[in-house]
């Protein structure tokens, strides 16, 4: 499949040059054409920010929720149609800041979405504020005197609460990232990739130089599924590890376990609504 089906014409980007959103949204779209996803069973869900614009540009469904609530519409688009492939796109304010508790539970629930955070360690939509993976010391137009404050571990979090999948990249290494991006997609169950994705326009600490000197790949001697191994790895500070940090196959999906679909697996909204049954339903809770 040519990635070029999820293009959408005369887009009008409005991403800063020079964005690692660019290079993200050009994997995404190379790593859905290589898994030959149709475009029209994939929806992109987003909450604000810039990495909440990224459906704007990629041919698909889309749902656009409030500032940190894209997990939980993602989590009910899956629910009600089982066979769609829902991936959430966020950054790192959206998700682990305004959407931190939804965060948390959405990884509880384990619905088989992925979710792809734009991690560039600042708030890149509202002029360069800290977000809650900013570094130590790091001085913005509001933190002056530089954040006191230690930065948040959305991977140790996530291994911690035992996500079913649990992944880092760098957009600027695209080869890297469209691999992570297709085992997280075909990952039965929730999926977190948190990707290090430079802001050249309000943080010029984080750059791409910085990115490259300050990571490492795990390599093929690496066991994802031994989780006391892979917080080891998600509490690194010196060097961020890249890859798969864990993975738990032996989960159930959140929509697997749902009582709708007992008796049979026909999605939702397609199902006829008894409105007689819904009545006596109704009354019957009223007795209660």
């Known amino acids: 499949m040519d990635p070029k089906v999820f293009d959408v014409r005369n887009a009008d980007v409005a991403w800063c ?16 054409a290589e898994l030959e996803i149709d475009s029209r069973e994939l929806v992109l869900v987003s909450g604000i920010g ?6 704007h540009y990629l041919k698909s469904n889309t749902y656009n929720s409030l500032h940190g609530r894209a997990a939980s519409p993602a989590t009910a688009i899956k629910a009600v149609n089982k066979g769609l492939k829902v991936i959430v796109t966020t950054g790192d304010g ?10 948390m539970h959405t990884i509880r629930r384990n619905p088989d979405i992925t979710t792809i955070v734009h991690n560039n360690m600042v708030y890149g939509l509202t002029k360069g504020q800290a977000s809650p ?11 002056v005197e530089g954040v006191s404050l230690e930065p948040f571990n959305p991977l140790s979090i996530a291994i911690g609460l035992d996500a079913s999948f649990v992944a880092r990249t760098f957009a600027g290494d695209m080869n890297h990232m469209k691999e992570i991006f297709k085992k997280a997609i075909e990952h039965k169950g929730y999926s977190l990739v948190d990707v290090f994705q430079p802001c050249v326009t309000y943080n010029k600490i984080n750059t791409f130089k910085w990115f490259k000197e300050n990571v490492y790949y795990l390599d093929d001697s690496y066991d994802p599924h031994n989780r006391s191994e892979a917080f080891k790895k998600a509490i690194e ?13 032996n989960k159930t999906p959140y929509e697997d376990i749902l009582t709708v679909y007992n008796e049979e697996d026909t999605p939702l909204y397609e199902r006829d609504v008894d409105m007689e049954k819904l009545k006596n339903l109704i009354r019957s809770k009223r007795k209660i």
Do not use: W
């Open 50 to 55: 810039q990495a909440g614009k990224l459906p």
């Open 133 to 143: 993976t900013t570094q130590k010391d790091f001085k913005t137009p509001l933190q």
């Open 17 to 32: 040059p020079g964005c690692g959103d660019f290079s993200i949204l050009r994997t995404l779209k190379m790593a859905l």
């Open 94 to 103: 959206d998700m682990y800041g305004e959407g931190g508790n939804h965060f």
């Open 237 to 249: 500070y010196l060097k961020f590890p890249l890859g798969v940090l864990y993975i738990n196959p």
